[in-house]
């Protein structure tokens, strides 16, 4: 595609419910990343994927959180229990082959839990 | 471990009048750096990035930054601000094992008529 996509735009849910997010990247893109930006935290790194591997998990802020990615493309930020604290904007972003290449972020998901 | 500091939260500047904001950076490793800028309700967009070739980087719209080691430092300049230039600024920095980036808390620029 022409850029990189998440859906949904926004979502809103009560705590306790599960919620997944979807990152669609760059078609080539090998390297995908989750990000956070919330009002007290900033912008912050949750998870890195190179293809369909996560040599990278350290951002993760609890073992509510997880990703996947399939076939070197989608990814899926699930969100397990929801909580308050939860609420942020999630960012995708993709990079390609070379190390120094750009991460071009997707418009992100806008998350708010009840 | 890598991190940035923008030593600004808040810039305000007259319209025709130049722009300066200031970031530090500290790595372990021979960084990459980065300004991205978000305009509100938009996403992050890539403004300039410097990657170890020239140490002055020109970036869209007219800015650009320069890189100084000795000072380690990454400050992002535009000689006369637009209107359309009040945003949200961010230094970000990468380098480390997997390239994520490290961001600075922003520097939301604020121009004014």
């Known amino acids: 595609g022409a850029g990189v996509s998440q859906s949904p735009s926004n979502k809103v849910t009560e705590k306790g419910k599960d919620v997944e997010l979807r990152c669609d990247p760059i078609s080539g893109h090998t390297a995908l990343y989750w990000y956070r930006q919330s009002l007290g935290q900033g912008l912050e790194f949750l998870i890195y994927f190179q293809g369909n591997s996560a040599p990278d998990k350290s951002g993760l802020p609890s073992d509510r959180f997880s990703a996947e990615r399939t076939g070197g493309s989608v990814s899926t930020l699930t969100i397990q229990r929801t909580q308050q604290e939860d609420s942020a904007v999630y960012l995708c972003a993709s990079r390609g082959g070379g190390s120094t290449d750009t991460q071009y972020f997707g418009p992100g998901t806008r998350l708010t839990v009840l | 471990a890598q991190s940035v500091t923008q030593l600004d939260s808040h810039v305000s500047v007259s319209e025709g009048t130049p722009v300066l904001l200031r970031c530090n950076y500290s790595s372990s490793y021979s960084p990459s750096l980065f300004w991205y800028v978000q305009h509100p309700n938009k996403g992050l967009q890539l403004l300039l990035k410097?990657?170890?070739?020239?140490?002055l980087v020109k970036g869209i719209n007219g800015f650009e930054a320069e890189f100084k080691k000795s000072e380690t430092s990454f400050h992002l300049t535009k000689p006369s601000a637009h209107m359309s230039d009040a945003a949200e600024y961010f230094c970000v920095v990468s380098g480390d094992y997997g390239n994520k980036l490290v961001f600075g808390a922003g520097t939301i620029l604020r121009v004014k008529s």
């Open positions: 410097y990657t170890s070739a020239a140490t």
